[in-house]
């Protein structure tokens, strides 16, 4: 008989201890201290959610409709979900059969990874890439692979790359294009390549395509439409970029039926369902809702021209991002870390941006700072950035 111990020892699974906290989350918290913020660390749209949106939502609610829907979703919503994809990128997918509603992408995410991960498997995660990708294999027991990207290739995959990294124990490779952070997307002829190596080694391809309607220069070509990808690729998509309806918590996964179902599954047990209201919401954003969102995509890239050129300007080296509301320029020329050029510029100029370091290798020497700001607010701040950069590069010089 073991003897009674009143001192409870925290007992903790050694996943969990592998895994550090998000690395955005102290520069936020840090913020939120201080007063003359301009921030430019939130990745969210600046924009309300439309009206009729959230009318549809109070709508449901004064209809008394609070109940647990299917597990799957609301079944007029999966049909517009399946209508949208074919209609905006060409896929097809069942509504019955390979459509999972979930609370948000980052629950899809989550659903893909450990609906296919064994202990001992390994995956490719794109980087820099959402802060989520690595800690979420291995909580579902896998082991993230790093895939580094460059701006010298303007942080694309580059296929041969992806090939060396293939091990017999690899099992999947997540991709998110267009890329947070670095708002890069893929050319065709580069995807094709990426999908060859994909198919040669019977990859399944975990893409995270929540920036997709954010496409600025050229269509989004979505993966799964590659020949020879639909039967091996998850796709992650929701409404809180392009709809504006962060806060909702509503996403989506789509995949062939024996994915989907693995899914649904979990989904079953961890959620049982999105919330209804939000999921009405979702289904009024689809129906009646695309003409806000063309409109924050000419604004949005509107800003962006604005943004990078006044980069550019203040001597900080950028590649143009092709899609989400990302810049991530180079700050090597300042001599400092991401961190510590991110931590300075908030505490001496008062601007809130994200070290790169925490997206993953290939992240550290950049910073990432969202320009779904208003104008006003991009416009003072890139004067603070010119000003602070200005102090560094000087600095250097005659350091020299």
């Known amino acids: 008989m073991k003897t009674a111990n009143t001192t409870h020892q925290p007992k903790l699974s050694q996943a969990v201890n592998s895994i550090e906290p998000s690395g955005i989350r102290r520069f936020f918290d840090l913020a939120a201290s201080m007063d003359n913020i301009i921030s430019l660390g939130v990745g969210e749209p600046d924009y309300s959610t439309p009206w009729n949106v959230r009318e549809a939502s109070i709508h449901s609610l004064e209809r008394g409709l609070t109940a647990y829907t299917a597990n799957a979703g609301l079944p007029e919503l999966r049909k517009s979900i399946s209508r949208y994809l074919l209609e905006r990128f060409q896929l097809e997918y069942d509504a019955g059969n390979e459509v999972v509603v979930t609370v948000g992408a980052s629950e899809g995410i989550d659903l893909a990874l450990r609906s296919i991960v064994d202990p001992g498997d390994e995956v490719l995660v794109v980087e820099p890439c959402f802060v989520s990708y690595a800690p979420l294999v291995s909580l579902a027991g896998g082991t993230p692979v790093s895939v580094p990207t460059s701006i010298e290739a303007d942080f694309m995959v580059e296929p041969d790359l992806l090939a060396e990294k293939v091990t017999e124990k690899t099992k999947a490779v997540m991709l998110s294009f267009p890329n947070n952070p670095t708002g890069a997307v893929m050319d065709n002829e580069t995807m094709q390549r990426v999908a060859e190596v994909c198919i040669d ?10 920036y997709a309607e954010l496409s600025y220069d050229c269509d989004h ?3 799964p439409i590659l020949p020879g990808m639909h039967e091996r690729t998850i796709l992650i998509s929701g409404f809180s970029k392009s709809f504006a309806m962060t806060g909702w918590r509503i996403g989506y996964v789509c995949a062939p039926q024996m994915y989907a179902e693995a899914m649904l599954k979990i989904h079953q047990y961890g959620m049982m369902c999105a919330s209804t209201m939000a999921q009405y919401a979702a289904l009024e ?9 063309e409109e924050m995509i000419i604004s949005y890239r509107q800003r962006r021209n604005y943004f990078v050129e006044s980069l550019k300007e203040s001597g900080l080296e ?4 092709g899609g989400a509301f990302y ?4 700050i090597k020329k300042t001599g400092l870390t991401s961190a510590e050029f991110a931590e300075r510029l908030l505490l001496e100029e008062r601007v809130a941006v994200v070290p ?11 910073v990432r700072c969202s320009y779904a700001a208003s104008m006003a607010q991009l416009e003072e701040a890139t004067e603070r950035i010119g000003r602070f950069v200005a102090k560094y590069l000087s600095a250097d010089v005659e350091s020299r």
């Open 285 to 293: 954003a689809l129906e009646n809702g695309k003409d806000v969102m």
């Open 356 to 366: 790169g370091s925490v997206f993953g290798e290939g992240g550290e020497g950049h």
């Open 221 to 223: 070509q979505s993966v």
């Open 327 to 330: 810049a991530f320029p180079s």
């Open 318 to 321: 950028c590649h143009t991002p």
């Open 201 to 210: 080694n019977d990859l399944i391809v975990i893409s995270d395509e929540i």
